[in-house]
Nanobody, 122 residues
């Protein structure tokens, strides 16, 4: 009954920008950490950026200074602003969220979106 839906992917020229969005919907109590992962062709899925419930962030070294993760807790939404895109950024980008489904839950349930593809090419 809960779902993450990503949007914003597409074709971008090198040096261009793109903003990805991910909305958590359904019945849950709260979202804790939210993150963006990506899977590049021929590579394993990797963490791109993560933001905690209080706004602390961390980034993969390969995207520092170019990507920015942010969230809107009121909208249960996390964003990834991608600037100065490079061909090697081409990947399927996945949203991840740590959810508490019930107020009394003592554990966090990880939820994944379906992925949104980003292609950086001329």
């Amino acid at each position: 009954q809960v779902q993450l839906v990503e949007s914003g992917g597409g074709l971008v020229q090198p040096g261009g920008s793109r903003r990805l969005s991910c909305v958590a919907s359904g019945s849950f109590f709260s979202t804790n950490a939210m993150a963006w992962y990506r899977q590049r062709p021929g590579k394993q899925r990797e963490l791109v950026a993560r933001v905690t419930d209080i706004g602390m962030t961390n980034y993969a070294e390969s995207v520092k200074g170019r990507f920015t993760i942010s969230r809107d807790n009121a909208k249960n939404t996390v964003y990834l602003q991608m600037n100065s895109l490079k061909p090697e950024d081409t990947a399927v980008y996945y949203c991840n969220a740590a959810l508490k489904l019930k107020e009394r839950d003592y554990y966090t349930t990880d939820l994944w979106g379906q992925g949104t593809p980003v292609t950086v090419s001329s």
